[in-house]
């Protein structure tokens, strides 16, 4: 997956995994890692978090803090990307957000955009929800395979690397307008 910049990308925590010490790189298992201690900083109860991470493939954390989400259904994401295809539709989400996390709910056909737990109070898009500080969300343990029925459609990039609201806003309306347009 291609490495995004501080620049391209909302983040609420410093951009600290470019290299490690003596220009060592960071790997992927690190960077899944560090997301993982951070995402884990959103639950109640980081131990048993890290349990339901192992026994099960989500761990409930709670939006408000770090990061909120934005629920879309997963139709709105197939419609804008244009193939219903999951590595594709990865590809495609990955490189029009400039990075930032997004994971599929398979059961309930939602896509969930991390984002800045300050698009809460400003978001307006029809036919989807940004969840309200408090709310406790399943969020997927970092390297969850495909297979689950909760996993990463893009991977957190590291700590705090959440998805800009603009582009989202931006991905959705298309979505949107494609259904529109294919219902006429």
Same mark, same amino acid.
């Given at each position: %997956?291609p490495? /995004?910049?501080? /620049?391209?990308?909302?983040?609420?925590?410093?951009?600290?995994?470019?290299?490690?010490? @003596?220009?060592?790189? !960071?790997?992927?298992?690190?960077?899944?890692?560090?997301?993982?201690?951070?995402?884990?900083? @959103?639950? *109640?109860?980081?131990?048993?978090?890290? $349990?339901?991470?192992?026994?099960?493939? !989500? @761990?409930?954390?709670?939006?408000?803090?770090?990061?909120?989400?934005?629920?879309?259904?997963?139709?709105?994401?197939?419609?804008?990307?244009?193939? &219903?295809?999951?590595r594709?539709?990865? @590809?495609?989400?990955?490189?029009?957000?400039?990075?930032?996390?997004?994971?599929l709910?398979?059961?309930?056909? &939602? +896509?969930?955009?991390? +984002?800045?737990?300050?698009?809460w109070?400003?978001?307006?898009?029809?036919?989807? *929800?940004?969840?309200?500080?408090g709310?406790?969300?399943? =969020?997927p343990?970092?390297?969850?395979?495909?297979?689950?029925?909760?996993?990463?459609? =893009?991977? %957190?990039?590291?700590?705090? !690397?959440?998805?800009?609201?603009?582009? =989202?806003?931006? =991905? +959705?309306?298309?979505?949107?307008?494609?259904?529109? $347009?294919?219902?006429?």
């Amino acid at each position: %997956m291609p490495k /995004t910049t501080q /620049t391209n990308r909302a983040s609420t925590a410093p951009d600290q995994l470019g290299t490690g010490p @003596a220009g060592h790189d !960071v790997t992927s298992e690190e960077r899944q890692a560090a997301a993982a201690t951070w995402l884990l900083s @959103a639950a *109640d109860n980081r131990e048993i978090a890290k $349990q339901e991470w192992s026994f099960n493939d !989500v @761990a409930l954390l709670r939006c408000g803090t770090l990061f909120t989400a934005v629920r879309v259904p997963l139709a709105t994401i197939v419609a804008a990307a244009g193939t &219903d295809d999951l590595r594709k539709l990865g @590809a495609y989400l990955n490189e029009v957000l400039l990075g930032g996390a997004v994971f599929l709910n398979r059961p309930f056909e &939602d +896509v969930y955009f991390l +984002v800045p737990p300050s698009t809460w109070g400003g978001w307006s898009v029809p036919d989807t *929800d940004c969840l309200c500080p408090g709310v406790l969300l399943g =969020v997927p343990r970092p390297g969850a395979e495909p297979t689950e029925r909760s996993h990463w459609l =893009v991977e %957190m990039d590291g700590p705090g !690397v959440l998805c800009m609201t603009e582009p =989202v806003m931006r =991905v +959705v309306t298309s979505g949107r307008l494609r259904i529109a $347009q294919n219902d006429d």
